[in-house]
Structures are given as C-alpha cells and as structure tokens.
C-alpha cells in the first residue's frame, strides 16, 4: 500500500518552454502533497505544500508563478514549470500524506529527472 | 530554526562490518524523527518513524534508535544491497506534514 507515482520519469524541454509534472496517490486519497527538488549530491528541499481544493503554500524563495502547482483531486497534483530555463533542471519528487496511511508518514514517488537545454 | 544534521556524508564498508549513522538534530517540538533509504535516480524508500526518546525499531539488518538530541542507524553486518544514501528527517509538530531533511551519508557496501 501507499504508492505514489510520478510521471513522466525524465523530460528533455528548451529554454522557454513549460513542462508539467504529474504525482498520483494510486491506493490511498492524498490530503496533503508535497513538492521537492533535489540537486545533484544535495538533499531533498522542500519546494512547496498543497492541499486538495486549495492553494499551495510555497517555501521561502521559491516563485510561484515560476512552479504552478494544482491539487485538483485527492489522488492528483501537478507541478507545472513555467518558462524553464537551464537552472531549473534538476529531479522533481512529489510526496503524500492522506487518508488510509499511516499518519504523518510520507511516501515518496520515483521522481522525475527534468533537463533544461 | 529547525537543523539536521547528518554523519559521516560518506561511509564505505566490508560486507559483515557493522556500523551506525548518526542524525543530530533540532527541532522546536519533534512530532516524528523518520529514516529512509534512497537509491541512485529513485525516490526516498521510507524506513522508519521514531517518535520519542528511547524508541526503536528494526527492520532485517537495520535498526534505529533515538534520543532527544540525535538518532542512530545502526547496520548489522551489512551486505551490497545495502549501499544507498541514507536520509533522516524531522518532523515538527507545528509544521503541518512538512519534513526536514539532513544531506544524507552515502553509504557504499563492498563484497
């Protein structure tokens, strides 16, 4: 129980381009999905905080009107990167807390490894 | 603000040499100190949740420990699958879900 799926797993885009993100909650409804980037040797930093049918919260530092995020449904939220450029790239990874899980367990999708050209 | 704070960032081992990882930390107010493994390219693999001094938990050759300034991973004679980047988290009780994450000890598990 309690997995979450990412997709796609890699995507190549230009600069100025936009790319979404898709996290799915496939066995459990998710409340609450969190956002994160990982760089290279580094660890996971918290990007921002949805909530089913409300607006995210985004960490200090962090553009929002850059990472649109939507949390539309209890099994679905979606990173939209807007007007990527080279800097962005980076992996994505998506997590969930919500009903029928443990509380305050998250679990953690695949990721999704974004290159910027 | 809250800190993690992992040891060693790297950790090299024989196949059968235990070990521990260390995860110091604070935090206004722990709800959950949590473990997880993560492999090259994937996401974090949850491990373990410790929630107060003195819990533990185990899991095949893992166990983890925890007090009221730091955490232990211990490894039990590891074995090659067992090399992966170890992460240690905090949860604050005034924080929502939201985790705190340390930078992680790679570790590397040699036959």
């Known amino acids: 129980g309690a997995v979450v799926s990412q997709h796609p797993s890699w995507v190549i885009c230009k600069s100025g381009t936009s790319v979404k993100i898709e996290c799915r909650s496939l066995d459990f409804q998710a409340t609450t999905m969190f956002w994160y980037r990982q760089f290279p040797k580094q660890s996971l930093m918290l990007m921002a905080t949805?909530?089913?049918?409300?607006?995210?919260?985004?960490e200090q530092g962090v553009e929002k009107d850059k990472f649109l995020i939507n949390h539309a449904s209890l099994t679905l939220s979606t990173l939209t990167v807007t007007s990527a450029h080279p800097e962005d790239s980076s992996f994505y990874i998506c997590?969930?807390?919500?009903?029928?899980?443990?509380?305050?367990?998250?679990?953690f999708g695949p990721g999704t490894r974004l290159t910027v050209t | 603000e809250d800190q993690v704070t992992q040891s060693p960032e790297a950790l090299r081992l024989q196949e059968g040499e235990s070990s521990s990882l260390n995860c110091s930390y604070t935090v206004s107010g722990l709800r959950g100190l949590f473990w997880y493994r993560q492999d090259p390219g994937k996401g974090p693999e949850f491990l373990f949740t410790l929630y107060s001094a003195g819990e533990e938990k185990e899991k095949e050759r893992l166990k983890a420990t925890l007090t009221k300034k730091e955490s232990f991973l211990h490894i039990t004679a590891p074995k090659p699958e067992d090399s992966a980047t170890y992460l240690c988290a905090v949860q604050a009780r005034d924080s929502g879900y939201a985790l705190n994450f340390g930078k992680g000890t790679s570790l590397l598990v040699t036959p």
């Open positions: 949805s909530n089913e049918g409300s607006k995210a919260t985004y």
């Open positions: 997590s969930a807390v919500g009903t029928g899980t443990v509380s305050y367990e998250q679990y």
